[in-house]
């Protein structure tokens, strides 16, 4: 098969289509000739050498796909070849082929084509298991998502709109918050020219955020914790913002609140499995009826993945950028 390798850690220059070695599965695994994948900013750090796969997970980059079964592996019960499904991986989609646990598989939800099914497995999972599962979003609640221009955070928008919270976000530009709006954002936060610890509080008359979703880490912690209501749960899923900073432990206790950090490629099967059975009863019904869908911002060709890695690093896309083979 061919995909996408990386000789050196580097630049998304760096990133070649060659031919490799196709997969086989394993006990409990099925092989899935792939459609699609997507691009994370997990890819960008593996590519530059900063962010290993687990043991024993493939070496090719790429954390989510979407394509058909082509062959069960031994103990797999509940698939057919010919399947047209999504999946979460802990690598190796950025190929035509992936040897992919069954317990990671999603069949492709009703009203999305194969190839968009691409963008939703890493976001799905991302959300699903901290905003409702961690954070506990409840109807009536005020839900503030950093980044809602991204792959993340349109996702964020849509899900946190679809249990009844109100919303907030932050994005770099005027235009990017309309867009976030049309999602279903109620505040929108120019974090360039606004602060949004402001700007909320005067939102919300003084209550602030019950959740907040971050992906900026140590640079946000302060204001993050300013921003939360009584009883709020900050929800840290990145460290663009760096890794080491300060937490005022007076005001955290004064406001009850919770911090709570977890990644996602490091989780058990088992627990990646009991997700996927969320979301499928939870998730993908919301999808079927329309109250949140993948938002696609470009569909590249997988041998071109430098050029999507450049417009991720740009900030240039709205939504998620997909590789189709």
Known sequence: MYAISVGEPGGPEVLEWAQTPDPVPGNGEVLVEVAASAVNRADLLQRQGNYPPPPGASEIIGLECSGVIAELGAG???????????????????????????????????????????????????????VARAGKLRAGEVFLVHGGAGGIGTHAIQLARALGARVACTAGSDERLTRCAELGADITINYRTQSFTEVLREATEGHGADVILDNMGAKYLGDNLSALATDGRLLIIGMQGGRLGELDIAKLLGKRGTVHAAGLRGRSLADKAELTHELLEHLWPLIAQGSVRPIIEEVVPMAEAGRAHRMLEEGSAFGKLVLAT
Not at 88 to 116: H, I, N, R, T
């Open 76 to 130: 797999v019960e509940g698939w057919q070849v010919g399947d047209r499904v999504c999946a979460l991986l802990a690598g190796g989609g950025y190929a035509e082929k992936v040897a992919v646990p069954a317990g990671q598989l999603l069949p492709v939800p009703e009203g999305v084509d194969l190839v968009s099914a691409a963008g939703l497995p890493e976001v799905a999972y991302t959300v699903w298991s901290m």
